[in-house]
Each structure stands twice: as C-alpha cells, then as structure tokens.
C-alpha cells in the first residue's frame, strides 16, 4: 500500500487556545513508564516471597526503591480505573463491563421527550446541558460500565472549516463538497473555539458519573469522515469518494491526511476534558473492500493514533468498523487496544483473528426485541466465548430504535450477574 501523502499546511483558525484541564484530582491514565515498570510489583513478590526480598532491598542499586514505589502506585491507580478502561487494557476484572453504543437515544420514552422540546438534533448535541442530560439518561436507568458523550461523528467539522447541517429525513447535508484541490482552500486546522461544549460536558459528566463508569468520547474515522466531505452526504453506494480515489488520488490523500491531523487533536482534546477512553468510528470502512481499505483508511486511523499515543500513551483506544468481517486482521493492526466486533462475526472467531487485543461486542441488537431469557442468554454466550479478560460487552451495532427499555435492563442485569475468579 502506498503511504499517505505529507500533510498538507494548513491555515491556523481565527482563533486557538488549549484544550480546557480537567480536574487535576481525577485519576491519570497510565503512562509509558507505568508500562515500562509494571512486571516490577510482580517480580517483587515472588523474591519476598522466597524470603530474599530484604537482602535484594539491601543490594539494591540507587533509585531502584522509587522505580518500585512508582510501579506500586501505578498498579493502585489501576485497580482504581473504571472497570471498562481496565478491561479495555487487557487486565483482570471482576465481571465483564457492559455498555451500548447508541445507548442515549430514541428507544428512551425519556429523550423523545426532551426531543419534543429541542427538535433540533444540532441544538440538542451541541447544547452543554442538554448534551449533559441525555448522555446521563440511560445510566440512571441502567447503570451502564460506560457512558458514552451524546455527540455526533460529524461534530468537529464546522471546527475545520466544514459547514452542514442535518435535515430530519436525508440526514447530514454539506453544502460545499470538497471534490478538487481548489477545495481544500476551505480547510484549516481544528478550531477547539469552535466546540466548546464537547469540553464542558465531558467535564461535568466526569464529576456527575464519578467512579461508577468510565466515561467515553468518540470520533469518527477519517475515511468515514471524508465520504461525508466529498459525497456532500450520506451514500448507499461511495461512487463519488471511490472514483476520487482513482481519478484523484493525490487531493483525496491530502483531505484525508488533513481530517486525521484534526481528529487526532479532537481526541486528545476529548481525553484533557474527561474522556478516559476513545472510540474512533469507521463506520463506512466497511464498504471498501480489504485491499483498499488498507490504502485509504488504515494509514489515517494510524495517524490518528500515532498522534494521540504522543500525547496521551495510556489512554485505550477503540475502532469499530461495521461490516468489517473481512478487516480484523488489519484493524488490529492499527495501533489501537481494542476492536469492536459486530454482530455478523462469531465471537470466538474475531477473538482469535485480532490476537492479544481487547475486544468488544457483540450482541446482536435485534436480540433486544425477543423475550427477556433470550437477551440474558446471548449475553451469556458472547461473554463466555470473548473469556474472562479483555472484553467489554456491548451489542455488535447500536441500539434500533423501538428496542424495549425493559430488555436493555435485561442486558446489563444479565452482564452484572457474571463473575469472574479473581
């Protein structure tokens, strides 16, 4: 596969300042070396435990007892971590962590209710408190593992000098496709000025849930993004991204190499406000097929990455793909800590196909509409397939709408009531 072209210079906003800090008290996700130190607590009580513990303190070289004391605080900060981030990482957990994508939304009697009042989808995810109020919504229900920011991929666009907006029944609509290098005029870098209220409500979502959940941002993935910016729209069938890739290749490079330089500070911003973990969307990945998807969505998705690990190394990222049974291999090739799986993929089967990854799923949704023992007895299955460690249960696509509340309880009471030995 061909690399990405270099990233093209693009102009500064009218405006830049950093992202906002959250509280210095919460939790730090643990860093590089918290990785490069943590068999230490290991190794150390296997020797005490052999009794050579005090006469390997006595020959100990200088500065090794801080090396160890950082280690042992850096495993007390894990066992402090939200069930999810941990599970995300790979450690132990005690139960498997649940939650559901698209699980703030139209099945909740509660947020058609508040839609009624904000008919608005744009006012509703773009509003700090109404952002706030339906993102919390299903965990006061539920009690989910994870509480996911009620936004949309396509956020951040307006930030790089985007516009759309969204009609109630063909969905997201851009005025302006980019389809040429004269385009690109209208891009510039991320403009956090202009997404003020993703800040705010991560913040004040990490103070409300506290540590009964991790809280979770998402972006969308680069390709996914860009068939938004050069079809003007949703697509059934890509031809106008596709036949760029062919036709223009070197302008398709350049808005996508621009798009993943602009969702990588989106999610470093995401993780300064709140978010404890990240999950990267590539929604439409799906549609390419596998050797194309290797030219024109890995290498951004590992820019992505790439960028995010320099700034924030511990904290877990997430790609799910829909459609992507023909993928995992290269997903898992990413750079990421987990892969979510759908619903089309048997379980075992993505286990063994993504390696020593975290996965996540994957119910499938439809299940949520049978009878209460058919919910709790998929979920019984994916989790006893996926095993004890490195899984975080969630459906293989979002929640439909019309699903009944009452078995979205079913599903996380059914996961709570699974244990894992210590």
């Known amino acids: 596969a061909a690399p990405p072209t270099p990233r093209p210079r693009l102009p500064q906003p009218a405006s830049a300042r950093s992202a906002p800090e959250f509280d210095t008290n919460r ?95 744009r006012e509703r995810s773009e509003t700090t408190d109404l952002i706030t109020e339906i993102t919390l919504q299903p965990w006061r229900a539920f009690a989910p593992d994870g509480v996911i920011l009620f936004s949309d991929i396509l956020t951040p666009l307006p930030a790089i000098g985007i516009p759309f907006e969204i009609d109630d029944y063909k969905g997201p609509i851009l005025d302006s496709p980019i389809r040429d290098a004269d385009g690109l005029k209208m891009m510039h870098q991320l403009d956090l000025d202009m997404l003020p209220f993703v800040g705010e409500a991560l913040g004040i979502l990490r103070k409300e849930v506290g540590d009964t959940a991790a809280v979770l941002g998402f972006v969308g993935a680069p390709w996914t993004l860009a068939t938004y910016i050069v079809e003007g729209g949703s697509s059934s069938t ?17 808005i996508l190499s621009a798009v993943a330089d602009a969702v990588g500070d989106y999610v470093g911003y995401q993780i300064d406000a709140g978010a404890q973990c ?28 790439d960028k995010v690990r320099l700034t924030h190394p511990g904290v877990p990222l ?28 048997d379980m075992a089967d993505g286990r063994t196909r993504v390696g020593d990854l975290a996965v996540q799923g994957n119910v499938d949704p439809a299940v949520l509409f049978a009878a209460p023992e058919a919910v709790e007895q998929a979920v019984n299955d994916v989790c006893a397939k996926a095993g004890p460690t490195g899984h975080i249960l969630n459906l293989g696509h979002g929640v439909l709408v019309g699903t009944p509340e009452e078995n979205v309880k079913v599903f996380f009471d059914a996961a709570k009531k699974i244990k894992y030995d210590a």
């Open 27 to 121: 939790p730090v996700a643990m860093s590089a070396v918290t990785h490069a130190v943590a068999g230490a607590p290991a190794m150390l009580t296997s020797r005490r435990a052999s009794g050579s513990g005090a006469r390997l303190s006595a020959r100990a070289p200088r500065g090794s007892s801080r090396r160890v004391s950082v280690a042992v605080r850096a495993a007390a900060d894990e066992a402090k971590e939200p069930l999810l981030v941990r599970a995300a990482k790979g450690l132990p957990v005690e139960r498997p962590p649940a939650w559901m994508m698209r699980q703030a939304g139209r099945y909740m009697q509660e947020y058609r209710d508040l839609a009624v009042k904000h008919p608005s989808f």
């Open 238 to 254: 890509y031809k106008t991204i596709k036949s760029m890739a062919m036709s223009d290749p070197d302008t398709l490079k350049s």
């Open 278 to 305: 990240v999950q990267i969307f590539d929604s439409w990945g799906g549609q390419l097929p596998p050797h194309m998807w290797e030219v024109w969505s890995k290498p951004y998705i590992q820019q992505v990455v």
């Open 318 to 345: 997430t790609l799910y793909a829909n459609g992507s049974g023909g993928l995992l291999e290269r997903m898992a090739t990413t750079g990421v800590d987990c892969i979510g799986l759908d619903w089309t993929i």
